[in-house]
C-alpha cells in the first residue's frame, strides 16, 4: 500500500530529476559543441539521453525502484567520466549529483555511493592539483551529511504514514484500505502464478453482549486480543485485516488441502485462549472462500460474506466454506 505511495512519489521525483537533468546539462552541450569540446558534448549528451529513456522506462513499465537505482549508478558513474575527460571545469557538477543520488536511493547506499565516487575521483582525476582536496572534503562531507539526514528523516516520515495509513490504531491488525489493496494483488497473483488462496470473513460471536456486560474498555481489549491470538496463529506472510467493528478478514495463500486444517485449527485456538475477564470464552465465526478462476474483489468478499451469514443463522461458532 504505502509502497505504492512512496513508488508515485518517488516517480514524481524521477520524472522532476529528468526534466532538471535535461534543462541542466542540455545548454552545456552546445556551449561545449560551440567551443570545439566535441567529446564532452557528446558525454553530456549521452548523459541525457541515457537519463531520459530509464526515467521513460520507470514511468513505462513502474519499476521505480530498480531505475532509481541505475540512475544514481549512471549519474555518479557519467560524472566521474566528465570530471576525469574535462578537468576542473566540469568538477562542480559533483555536487548535484551527490545530492540527487539521495533523492534516488535509500540514505545508506547513497552515502556508500558517493563515498566510492570520491574514492575515485581522489585516485584517477588530476583536479585536486586545482582545487583544495581539504577544501572538498569538508564541503562534500557537509553536503552529504546534510542530505543523509533530510533522507533517513523523510524515509522515516514514510514509514509513519505508511503505519497511520494501513493500520487500525485500536487492534493494530491492517484496515480497510490496505485490504482493498492487497486483496487486489491477491487476485492478480492468483489469475497470473495460480497461487492457491483463500479469504475468510471472521466475526466474534455476541460481542454486544460483552460490551453491555463488561463496558466498552473491555470490549476494546477483547479485540485487541483477539488479533494478537490471531496474529500469532497465522504465518508471516498471511495477514489479518479489520473491516469494522469486531469484523475481521483473513487473506491466506495456502494449498486447497491444508485450509479446512489451518482454519478449524485457527478457531479452536480462538475460542481455547480468547476469554473475557471473569474467564469467559468468546467464539468466533467464520466465512470462508477459496479463490477461484473469474473471482472479483465484490465476488470474493460477497460470497466469504455470505458463508459467514450461514454461519452465524446455524448457530455460531463454526467455519461454513462458500462452495460456489
Ligand atoms: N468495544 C468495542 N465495541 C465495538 C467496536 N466497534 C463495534 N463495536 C460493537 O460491536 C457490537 C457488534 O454487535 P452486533 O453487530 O450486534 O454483533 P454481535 O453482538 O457480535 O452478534 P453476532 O455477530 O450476530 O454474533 C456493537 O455493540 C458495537 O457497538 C469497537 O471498536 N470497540
Known amino acids: 500500500m504505502i509502497n505504492q505511495l512512496q513508488e508515485k512519489y518517488q516517480l514524481s521525483l524521477l520524472l522532476l530529476l529528468g526534466s532538471v537533468a535535461t534543462l541542466g546539462i542540455l545548454p552545456f552541450v552546445v556551449i561545449r559543441y560551440l567551443a570545439g569540446n566535441t567529446l564532452a558534448s557528446m558525454l553530456d549528451m549521452m548523459l541525457i539521453l541515457g537519463i531520459s529513456a530509464l526515467v521513460a522506462y520507470a514511468y513505462r513499465f513502474k519499476k521505480i525502484r530498480i531505475v532509481s537505482a541505475i540512475i544514481a549508478l549512471f549519474i555518479n558513474a557519467g560524472l566521474l567520466v566528465v570530471v576525469i575527460a574535462n578537468g576542473v ?96 494483488i491477491a487476485l492478480a497473483s492468483a489469475e497470473h502464478n495460480g497461487t492457491e488462496q483463500f479469504l475468510a470473513i471472521l466475526d466474534l460471536d455476541y460481542f454486544k453482549a460483552v460490551n453491555d456486560t463488561y463496558g466498552h474498555a473491555v470490549g476494546d481489549q477483547v479485540l485487541q486480543d483477539f488479533v494478537t491470538i490471531t496474529t500469532t496463529n497465522i504465518r508471516k506472510y498471511d495477514r489479518l485485516y479489520r473491516l469494522g467493528g469486531e469484523e475481521f478478514v483473513l487473506l491466506v495463500s495456502t494449498a486447497k488441502e491444508q485450509q479446512q486444517a489451518f482454519i478449524d485449527n485457527l478457531r479452536t485456538t480462538i475460542k481455547k485462549e480468547l476469554k473475557t475477564p471473569d474467564g469467559k470464552e468468546v467464539t468466533v465465526s467464520l466465512g470462508v472462500a477459496s479463490w477461484a478462476s473469474g473471482t472479483t474483489v465484490d465476488t470474493w468478499l460477497k460470497r466469504a460474506d455470505d458463508a459467514l451469514y450461514l454461519a452465524k443463522s446455524e448457530g455460531r461458532d463454526r467455519v461454513t466454506y462458500c462452495d460456489k
Open 89 to 184: 571545469d566540469s568538477f562542480f557538477w559533483i555536487y548535484p549529483v551527490f545530492a540527487s543520488t539521495f533523492i534516488l536511493v535509500k540514505p545508506i547506499e547513497a552515502l556508500s555511493i558517493n563515498i566510492i565516487a570520491s574514492i575515485v575521483l581522489m585516485a584517477f582525476s588530476d583536479v585536486f592539483n586545482s582545487i583544495s582536496l581539504i577544501s572538498y572534503i569538508v564541503t562534500i562531507v557537509m553536503l552529504s551529511m546534510s542530505t543523509f539526514v533530510y533522507a533517513s528523516h523523510s524515509e522515516k516520515q514514510f514509514r509513519l504514514l505508511e503505519a497511520l495509513n494501513t493500520i487500525d490504531p485500536l487492534t493494530g491488525a491492517l484496515n480497510r484500505r490496505a485490504l482493498n489493496s492487497d486483496i487486489k
